[in-house]
């Protein structure tokens, strides 16, 4: 009886590796699905020349669904400009997301949902690459007529 106890309590402990192990790949496919749609907000705004509401509004859904909380919970702050800046200038952004299901096992080690989340955060710059022509107006040639 003895050696059946301590094999159970042997086996819990071991699927809690394993439990980890499947947990790990999974925030692992949600921090780079995280990276790939911010990498598609950067070039959005970009290509772009400024951070519109539309661009913003859709990373807060994206990261949400992938995180799955809701868009409230979702931080994208950027430059205010309703208009394109031309090529060269820099874009300050600023985006924030919480990932939770950190642990697998959480609640049988005792920890709470609290204590089992973070804060991934992302501060950085992207480049204008809107080209706003600057071709002077040609005087018009009159037509012999």
Known sequence: MKDLITA??????LLIFVLQFAGNQ????RMFRADMAIENFRDTAGLQGYISNENRSLLSGNLAEI???????????????????PEGTLLHYRI???????????????????????WMEEDGWVVSRFYISKETAKPEEESEG
């Open 67 to 85: 995180c799955g909380c809701s868009p409230e919970e979702i931080l994208v702050e950027g430059e205010d400009s309703v208009h394109p800046l």
């Open 26 to 29: 999974n925030l692992h496919t």
């Open 96 to 118: 924030g997301y919480p990932l939770k299901n950190l642990i697998a096992a959480a609640a049988m080690l005792g920890i709470s949902a609290e204590e089992n989340r973070v």
């Open 8 to 13: 159970v309590a042997s086996l819990m402990l």
